[in-house]
Nanobody, 129 residues
Framework: QVQLVESGGGLVQAGDSLRLSCAASGRSFSNRPMAWFRQAPGTDRLFVAAMTSSGGHTYYAPSVLGRFTISRDGAKNTMDLQMNDLRVQDTAVYYC??????????????????????WGQGTQVTVSF
């Protein structure tokens, strides 16, 4: 059974840093796309960042580019999100997700929820003034 577990969320002040982690179990996803999405209250879940495979291409939402860094450890089956210079508008529940696909998808698919098969339960990030 595949399971994704996020950790590292918390309450921080604007300008602070936070590092989220996602641990996958049940099978290896080192050659599968993994991503972070986030959902603020009353809004849709939105793409944050993705990596096509361990050591693969990275993609970021414009709002986090230059502040957030995604990384993966294929051997450990984990994915991290280093978040620097956090802003109040980064407040959300952050979800990690993994796709079953290793090929046959377009770059635009990377940004879509529909690309991803398995999801974690989410971890809350709250940024205060």
């Amino acid at each position: 059974q595949v399971q994704l577990v996020e950790s590292g969320g918390g309450l921080v002040q604007a300008g602070d840093s936070l590092r989220l982690s996602c641990a996958a179990s049940g099978r290896s996803f080192s050659n599968r796309p993994m991503a972070w999405f986030r959902q603020a209250p009353g809004t849709d879940r939105l793409f944050v960042a993705a990596m096509t495979s361990s050591g693969g291409h990275t993609y970021y939402a414009p709002s986090v580019l230059g502040r957030f860094t995604i990384s993966r450890d294929g051997a450990k089956n984990t994915m991290d999100l280093q978040m620097n210079d956090l802003r109040v508008q980064d407040t959300a529940v952050y979800y990690c997700a993994v796709s079953e696909l290793s090929s046959g998808f377009d770059t635009s698919d990377i940004y879509s929820e529909g690309m991803y098969t398995y999801w974690g339960q989410g971890t809350q990030v709250t940024v205060s003034f």
